[in-house]
């Protein structure tokens, strides 16, 4: 487990908008991850956002029925300790954005086998400011950091990330809505013949990239699952400049933060 953002791997994160954090987490740590998503899956447990949306319009059942799940690592104190607290992690946030960083997005990424659908060519940014009132906030919104890490392998026959090398040095491109995505996306005429970096993923690996990087991910036909677990992390700065004062607190003076779950148990009275 790498405990601090080497040079090499900041310069390749200015240079190609992105950059490979090997062994991120540790064998037992995934398999603890991917155990508590599974049985929240199974659970429907309250709290947690599950969307099911697919562009087929199809209705699926078991583990392979929803596609995303949000806010399981601000509500699963052991998710929270294991991966969005990890030190390593924390170090990441610490290297780019500084020592007070808030928790914007926690998100699940299922793309289950032979099922898992496509998620079109897009910046995060430019799904982040789609109505006039936030467009205003995309200087602040340039240096959110996003931190996915594979739970299950990731290559290019299970829909591995697919990134645009240096892309992150271009505006913010103006998003369209096209019939058959699950979301807006860069328009197609600009991604038809675009150079690609397969980001094939051992479990536990991550990539660590920037707001503006050109990325997607293709279906996954294959027999085996494709699990990631990602962050999207502010400075505390930016945070507030844009009106986000409710963001749990991840790191606060340089040092990780409790999950939120268990400080709400904490002020509960009693």
Not at 8 to 32: H, K, N, S, T
Not at 50 to 73: E, P, Q
Request: glycine share 8%.
């Amino acid at each position: 487990m790498a405990t601090a953002v080497t040079r090499a791997q900041r310069e390749q994160y200015e240079e190609d908008g992105y950059y490979i954090e090997r062994g991120l987490l540790e064998p037992d740590q995934v398999a603890l991850l991917a155990r508590e998503i599974k049985d929240t899956i199974a659970s429907g447990t309250d709290g947690i956002n599950f969307d099911n949306t697919r562009m087929d319009g199809k209705t699926l059942k078991g583990s392979g029925m929803y596609r995303k799940l949000a806010l399981l690592g601000r509500r699963n104190p052991l998710v929270w300790d294991t991966y969005y607290v990890h030190p390593g992690i924390i170090a990441i946030n610490r290297a780019f954005l500084g020592d007070e960083v808030k928790l914007w997005f926690d998100s699940i990424f299922t793309k289950p086998a032979r099922v898992g659908e496509a998620t079109p060519w897009h910046q995060d940014i430019g799904l982040w400011t789609q109505t006039p009132p936030q467009k205003k906030n995309k200087t602040h919104y340039r240096e959110a950091l996003t931190i996915w890490m594979a739970i299950d392998q990731a290559d290019r026959s299970n829909g591995c990330l697919q990134v645009v090398p240096g892309s992150h040095k271009g505006p913010v491109v103006e998003h369209v809505r096209y019939p058959d995505s699950i979301h807006v996306e860069l328009p197609r005429n600009r991604t038809a013949d675009v150079q690609v970096d397969h980001i094939e993923l051992e479990a536990g690996d991550a990539i660590v990239w920037h707001a503006h990087l050109w990325h997607c991910s293709p279906v996954n036909l294959s027999d085996r699952n494709r699990l990631g677990i990602a962050q999207v992390t502010l400075s505390a700065e930016d945070a507030a400049a844009t009106g986000k004062h409710n963001l749990p607190a991840l790191v606060c003076a340089g040092v990780g933060q409790p999950a939120p779950a268990r400080e709400a148990e904490r002020s509960a009275p009693g």
